[in-house]
């Protein structure tokens, strides 16, 4: 019997008993014994019986990428207390939220909020970024692992995205008739949402405002049983209320930035990858936390890289951009004196690239 604190400061205990013919394992509301598993606070969840062992984690057949990511594994370099002291309760060193773990060594952190790290959660952490040219995209598929899909109440995708282009593929997830598609659509954010037979569709796109300037946006998705919340740079928002009956959401196949055909997603309303850039894409579903762009970037084995991506973004043009969002799109120069001098000006200094869109080499002359 081990005792730690898992949240909220309290005490929860992990009790492990074997016998040559029994293991019951009990733990924070789980409860396991001679190799069938019950959840009680999730009856949904069934159970299962293991020829070998008991699995610990939740989520069977094991796959221990995921399961790592939900179930916070106990330190092996240092031995859990074996005394009836609490170093915690002397002195929690634990900031931004870190979860303190009682040691004979000593009080140990676990850093439960992925933008700090360090030994005490003392540091920022660099963001997880990337950069996808419309050929690249990050996904995993547990059916092709054997895993089974993730079944949640409630999820919430975040994500930071940066680009030029209009149309593309942010992020999916789904499995089966059940899926969440969000997306850049003519240069508002799009997304759409289907719960078995139950379906909603948001797009989010102000007056006067587009999101394909080469700004950083912020989008959050947050859905708790048929309630819907799509959120924009903490500004605009919608929300909406998904029909039908069923209320949980099966996940088992995730993309971002892109797929190999995005047009035959469920939900699809763009038939392109996205072109830009992607910061600190977070995917929730109950207790289940990724931060998938860091999977990537450390090369864990639940994430496939399509492509070649560079898990670092460029730097933003000094000036503000110009879109063109038509091929009808044009500039005009109106000079009240001078005008056929001007023209001539202009037509020496602009000069056509591969995409037929003119860049001036040197600034106007402004009269």
């Not at 959401?249 to 035959?264: C, D, E, I, K, M």
């Amino acid at each position: 019997t081990v005792t730690g604190r898992p949240s909220g400061g309290r005490e929860a205990t992990l009790t492990v008993t074997a016998s040559p013919s029994a293991l019951a394992i009990a733990f924070g509301g789980l409860a396991w014994y001679g190799g069938h598993r019950w959840r009680s606070n999730h009856p949904a969840a069934g159970h299962r019986r293991s020829a070998r062992n008991a699995q610990f984690g939740g989520i069977y057949p094991p796959n221990y990428d995921l399961v790592h990511q939900c179930l916070r594994t106990l330190p092996s370099d240092k031995q859990l207390r074996s005394n009836v002291t609490d170093a915690c309760e002397r002195h929690d060193p634990c900031q931004h939220g870190g979860i303190c773990i009682s040691t004979d060594s000593g009080p140990i952190c676990e850093c439960r909020n992925l933008e700090y790290e360090g030994t005490y959660c003392e540091r920022d952490k660099a963001p997880s970024e990337a950069t996808f040219r419309g050929t690249e995209f990050l996904s995993y598929d547990l059916g092709q692992t054997g895993g089974e899909p993730i079944v949640s109440a409630q999820d919430a995708i975040t994500l930071y995205f940066r680009t030029r282009q209009p149309n593309g593929l942010l992020f999916y997830t789904g499995h089966g008739t059940d899926y969440l598609n969000l997306a850049l659509r003519d240069g508002g954010v799009s997304l759409t949402m289907g719960l078995s037979n139950g379906k909603q569709e948001m797009h989010i796109k102000p007056s006067r405002v587009r999101f394909d300037d080469h700004q950083w946006h912020k989008v959050t998705v947050h859905r708790r049983i048929q309630e819907l919340v799509a959120v924009v740079d903490d500004v605009y928002t919608d929300h909406s209320h998904i029909a039908g009956k069923f209320t949980m959401l099966s996940s088992s196949r995730v993309y971002v930035g892109g797929a190999v055909n995005p047009r035959a997603l469920l939900g699809a309303r763009v038939h392109n990858n996205f072109v830009g850039c992607l910061r600190k894409v977070e995917f929730s579903a109950d207790t289940l936390r990724l931060n998938l762009i860091d999977l990537a970037r450390t090369g864990s084995k639940l994430i496939q890289v399509a492509g070649r991506v560079d898990y670092t973004c460029p730097p933003g043009d000094p000036q503000d951009p110009v879109t063109f969002t038509t091929r009808e799109s044009y500039l005009v120069s109106v000079c009240a004196e001078g005008m056929q001098s001007s023209k001539a000006e202009w037509r020496k200094g602009w000069r056509k690239t591969n995409s037929d869109l003119p860049h001036r080499t040197r600034k106007p002359r402004r009269q």
